[in-house]
């Protein structure tokens, strides 16, 4: 590169240069953006995360993984259900870690990046096994902060890899730590880069900030959330070796550095430490195996990857074994092949799944009614192969029919534009909540349909060729309905067992309602 300009001036070049960074970027600025208090975020976290092949197949992985698997053993088919079990942070810092990996990773040193990636990795999965025993109980914030506390390293090992191992032999030999190696050698301030890095992908300035590190000595406990996140991003950088390199653990005077250092802080001993690192090691590891980010096997080190992989492939056959005597082979629930309308060719055993999953969490009683609305939503959406679902109920005080929770494709300008008089009509949503009639649409312009369509539906929905009416009635009196469609027409039909299985998902939706 160029010597005219700064290294840092060098690293923000070939960034911009990068095709695959700027959306990247984008990516991570909308899951960063998504906050727990929004009932909204879980949909637009589900949405963002099935929009992308790929990021759904891990997660989902990750979710059948032992070391993020429910005790119950279910087998996880969604990703609302992978949001249940595993936690929204969880979720979304699992989601954040493999936007970075695909986009990062790939083609760019892959030793040095792998390294770093590791590390970030690992210090999330400290902080927040850390946050979980504290007062501020702020995962979220943390769990990304600590990803992200390296982003400088890890961009400057991606584009500049020779000068990144200089930087990191030096700070070896020496004693150093990575910023002041880097100072030492070319005047270059890393914590100055990773700040620009995360101003120019719009993270939030709380988080830049807490990437700094605390003044030297014992910290003392946090007076507030923000100091407690940045002490706790520290922390989990300090930590990260313990949790992926297990011998690393015999270096005692290293564990008590860090006791000396966090010990006052978050109310440490080396027993407590040593939990925490053992589970997070844990956690780690099983993200490691299912995002493929291991580095390829050396001499002496093959045996214990191959133990691990297989300890993981031994569980996943466990799981498996466990399934099969429900009577539902897990090959069922994998959608390989779709009718022209975008309809699976195996809706009957997806939606037999859903049913027994439904039924599960609804007698643990551990749910919220708008996640588990959104969880059916989901359901219906990928047996069926819809384009957009909306549950959709009465607004007494307005006095119209109005968009509560919605999945699919532009899900949130189609739930924000789907609302409509409560007054009787004769168009084909209020003859079927009067009459409690499910309606099956396999072509929504055939000249029948289209005269029984309101105009609100052609204004909003003008591409709808098949859709579902699913009213929802209550005491003899309609309260709403499930509603779901696609842009192709459904000349394959439906069957009487998927008109069963729809009709008894539904009957799970009017228990719901009914007993809240």
């Known amino acids: 590169m160029n010597t005219r300009y700064s290294l840092k001036e060098q690293l923000l070049k070939a960034i911009d240069d990068d095709l695959d960074l700027p959306s990247l970027g984008g990516a991570i600025t909308q899951i960063v953006k998504l906050s727990m208090s929004?009932?909204?975020?879980?949909?637009?976290?589900?949405?963002?995360?099935?929009?992308?092949?790929?990021?759904t197949q891990k997660i989902l992985r990750l979710s059948n993984s032992v070391a993020f698997r429910s005790s119950s053993n279910q087998v996880v088919t969604s990703i609302t259900k992978a949001v249940f079990l595993l936690g929204f942070e969880t979720v979304k810092a699992c989601a954040l870690t493999i936007l970075l990996v695909d986009k990062v990773l790939s083609g760019k040193h892959a030793e040095f990046v792998r390294s770093e990636l590791i590390e970030a990795l690992?210090?999330?999965?400290?902080?927040?096994q850390l946050a979980k025993h504290n007062q501020?109980?702020?995962?979220?914030?943390?769990?990304?902060?600590?990803?992200?506390?390296?982003?400088?390293?890890?961009?400057?090992?991606?584009?500049?890899?020779?000068?990144?191992?200089?930087?990191?032999?030096?700070?070896?030999e020496k004693d150093y730590t990575p910023e002041l190696a880097a100072r030492k050698l070319y005047?270059?301030?890393?914590?100055?880069?990773?700040?620009?890095?995360?101003?120019?992908?719009?993270?939030?300035?709380?988080?830049?900030?807490?990437?700094?590190n605390r003044p030297s000595g014992t910290l003392s406990p946090a007076k507030n959330k923000q100091e407690w996140i940045q002490q706790a991003a520290e922390f989990g950088e300090a930590t990260a070796q313990f949790a992926i390199n297990a011998s690393a653990g015999d270096h005692l005077s290293s564990k008590?550095?860090?006791?000396?250092?966090?010990?006052?802080?978050f109310n440490l001993d080396m027993t407590k430490l040593d939990l925490l690192i053992q589970q997070a090691a844990i956690e780690t590891t099983a993200l490691r195996i299912n995002i493929n980010l291991f580095p390829d096997p050396v001499e002496g080190k093959e045996s214990s990857y191959k133990q691990l992989i297989e300890s993981e492939q031994k569980a996943k056959n466990n799981i498996l074994a466990e399934f099969t005597l429900t009577g539902t082979r897990i090959d069922e629930i994998q959608i390989t092949?779709?009718?022209?309308?975008?309809?699976?060719?195996?809706?009957?055993?997806?939606?037999?799944?859903?049913?027994?999953?439904?039924?599960?969490?609804?007698?643990?009683?551990?749910?919220?009614?708008?996640?588990?609305?959104?969880?059916?939503?989901?359901?219906?959406?990928?047996?069926?192969?819809?384009?957009?679902?909306?549950?959709?109920?009465?607004?007494t005080q307005k006095n119209q029919y109005r968009a509560r929770t919605s999945f699919g494709k532009n899900s949130a300008e189609f739930q924000k534009a789907f609302h409509f008089p409560a007054a009787p009509s004769v168009d084909l949503f209020y003859l079927a909540m009067e009459k409690d009639s499910d309606l099956l649409?396999?072509?929504?312009?055939?000249?029948?349909?289209?005269?029984?369509?309101?105009?609100?539906?052609?204004?909003?929905?003008?591409?709808?060729?098949?859709?579902?009416?699913?009213?929802?009635?209550?005491?003899?009196?309609?309260?709403?309905?499930?509603?779901?469609?696609?842009?192709?027409?459904?000349?394959?039909?439906i069957t009487h067992e998927e008109i069963r299985l729809i009709k008894v998902l539904k009957s799970q939706v009017l228990a719901i309602l009914n007993a809240k």
């Open 441 to 493: 649409i396999s072509d929504a312009k055939a000249p029948k349909v289209l005269e029984m369509l309101p105009q609100w539906h052609r204004t909003i929905l003008p591409d709808a060729r098949s859709f579902i009416v699913l009213p929802l009635v209550l005491n003899k009196k309609p309260i709403g309905f499930i509603y779901g469609d696609r842009e192709f027409d459904a000349s394959e039909g």
């Open 38 to 55: 929004e009932d909204e975020s879980i949909r637009q976290l589900s949405h963002f995360i099935l929009s992308d092949v790929s990021l």
């Open 256 to 265: 008590n550095d860090i006791l000396v250092r966090f010990g006052k802080a």
């Open 337 to 395: 092949k779709r009718y022209a309308s975008g309809k699976p060719y195996n809706s009957t055993a997806l939606l037999l799944s859903a049913i027994q999953d439904v039924v599960e969490t609804i007698a643990t009683g551990n749910y919220k009614l708008n996640d588990l609305m959104l969880l059916i939503l989901e359901y219906y959406y990928n047996s069926l192969g819809f384009r957009f679902i909306t549950l959709c109920l009465r607004d």
């Open 187 to 212: 005047s270059f301030n890393l914590s100055d880069f990773t700040e620009t890095i995360l101003e120019k992908w719009n993270i939030p300035t709380c988080i830049i900030q807490a990437t700094r």
């Open 136 to 172: 501020f109980n702020h995962i979220d914030e943390v769990a990304i902060t600590a990803l992200f506390k390296n982003i400088g390293r890890l961009l400057l090992a991606a584009y500049e890899p020779e000068k990144y191992q200089e930087i990191m032999v030096l700070a070896k």
């Open 122 to 128: 690992a210090a999330s999965m400290l902080c927040q």
